[in-house]
């Protein structure tokens, strides 16, 4: 199986991605940090590098859906070439970083690529308040994210209800994060993992 878990930046990801690979004994999937050769130039000229950029990250994404299709064990990966596509590549359109020209190919580029996997067997979106985010980027303190804008994670988020709820054909879990601690409260962990249950292995009734 390939079990997705989605979210803006700061929800939760990585933590929950963690928890539920050691939960489950499924194989986590993190995103490549091996080095991106526009990621430099891309700062300094953003409009011009953008499209290099975007196709770049869909190409690692693209590999990494791959490999984890032909994974013999279950796979749970944090982010997914899903969000990538229709969310910040989305963004970065939006905002005007990517022409018209550049978008369109770039979209058929994915599609292409989408007729030689599937969708993951269920993602779960991690949806959370804007409030909520700011304070998890401030607690673990990463340098480069202090300086994020909020219009930015507005954009995201309205961005990743208009993903997940129009766009994604796949199966949808979502949790609501802004009330939960699943690092450090262990019912707030089994609420998630019995919904999970529920959906893959049908052990207990779904909650609505």
């Given at each position: 199986m390939h079990i997705v878990i989605a979210g803006n930046i700061g929800s939760g990801k990585t933590t929950l991605t963690k928890l539920l690979a050691k939960h489950y004994g499924w194989i986590s999937k993190f995103e490549a940090v091996e080095h991106n050769p526009y990621l430099e130039d891309y700062y300094n000229d953003i409009p011009r590098w953008s499209f290099a950029l975007e196709v770049y990250f869909l190409k690692q994404r693209f590999k990494d859906l791959l490999d984890i299709a032909h994974a013999r064990e279950?796979?749970?990966?944090?982010?997914?070439?899903?969000?990538?596509?229709h969310v910040f590549t989305a963004n970065n359109y939006a905002m005007g970083n990517l022409d018209e020209r550049d978008y369109k190919c770039y979209?058929?580029?994915?599609?292409?690529?989408?007729?030689?996997?599937?969708?993951?067997?269920?993602?779960?979106?991690?949806?959370?308040?804007?409030?909520?985010?700011?304070?998890?980027?401030?607690?673990?303190?990463?340098?480069?994210?202090?300086?994020?804008?909020?219009?930015?994670?507005?954009?995201?988020?309205?961005?990743y209800d208009e993903f997940i709820y129009q766009k994604?054909?796949?199966?949808?879990?979502?949790?609501?994060?802004?009330?939960?601690?699943?690092?450090?409260?262990?019912?707030?962990?089994?609420?998630?993992?019995?919904?999970?249950?529920?959906?893959?292995?049908?052990?207990?009734?779904?909650?609505?």
């Open positions: 279950t796979v749970i990966q944090d982010r997914s070439i899903f969000e990538g596509v979209m058929e580029l994915f599609e292409s690529m989408m007729s030689a996997v599937h969708v993951p067997d269920l993602m779960i979106y991690l949806r959370a308040s804007i409030p909520h985010l700011v304070e998890n980027i401030q607690k673990r303190g990463r340098g480069y994210e202090q300086q994020m804008q909020l219009d930015y994670l507005k954009n995201l988020n309205r961005l994604y054909p796949g199966k949808v879990l979502t949790v609501e994060v802004d009330n939960l601690d699943f690092l450090n409260r262990k019912a707030d962990l089994a609420s998630i993992t019995d919904r999970i249950d529920a959906i893959l292995f049908g052990l207990f009734p779904p909650q609505t």
